[in-house]
Every structure is written in C-alpha cells, then in structure tokens.
C-alpha cells in the first residue's frame, strides 16, 4: 500500500507562485509514475503533469497538460517526494490539486490509470 500526502496549498494572487509537495509512505515504488491532477468545482478531475524514469540513460521524464506547459515544473527526489512548482498563477488555475501514483511505468493522463490518491490541497489564485 502506498499513502500520499499533499500540502503546500493557499491563496495567491495572478501571476504568484506556489510549490505543493506529495510525500509518499508505505510501499515503495522508485520506477513508477507520479502525477499531479486537478478539479475545480463543477468540473472533472483533469491531468496536470506526471514524472517517471526512463532508466540511467534517460534520467527523468516530464510531461505537462498544455494549460500548464512553461509555467508548472514537476520535480522528485530520491525520497520519492513529488513536487510542482506553479508559476505565473492564473485564476484558472484555482482547484483541489491530487497528487497521484501509478505502480505502472507508462506515462498516462487518464485518472483511473492511477492506483493510488492523496487527500488533495486546495490553491486559491485571486485576480
């Protein structure tokens, strides 16, 4: 079993920045995907980014929603703690975030390819 937590969650004005971590616990998983998704309220959860490892010659791999490509980085350390560093904040960025994992190695956006879910943090972008 593998846990996630969230934080790092809050309310920044357009164009701020904010860095939500995942930690993880329980089973570990070194080579599997992580992501991170969104939902805002009325709509369904949507894939924000995802990192895996494609081996030591290709090191990690990134991938990004396009509603995010430039502003958002996601990042993971040897601890298996998942980071996205949100800059340039818009309004629509507002939402729950979730951290997610998959014990899979491909990369995917699909919500219910993921096997495991944190509690989400919320982040709150004011214009």
């Known amino acids: 079993q593998v846990q996630l937590g969230e934080s790092g969650g809050g309310l920044v004005q357009a164009g701020g920045s904010l860095r939500l971590s995942c930690a993880t616990s329980g089973r570990t998983f070194s080579t599997g995907v992580m992501g991170w998704f969104r939902q805002a309220p009325g709509k369904e959860r949507e894939f924000v980014a995802a990192?895996?490892?494609?081996?030591?010659?290709?090191?990690?791999?990134t991938y990004y929603a396009d509603s995010v490509k430039g502003r958002f980085t996601i990042s993971r350390d040897a601890k298996n703690t998942v980071y996205l560093q949100m800059n340039s904040l818009k309004p629509e960025d507002t939402a729950g975030y979730y951290c997610?994992?998959?014990?899979?190695?491909?990369?995917?956006?699909?919500?219910?390819?993921?096997?495991?879910w944190g509690q989400g943090t919320q982040v709150t972008v004011s214009s």
């Open positions: 997610a994992a998959t014990l899979g190695r491909i990369v995917t956006p699909v919500v219910s390819d993921y096997d495991y």
């Open positions: 990192i895996s490892w494609s081996g030591s010659w290709g090191g990690w791999r």
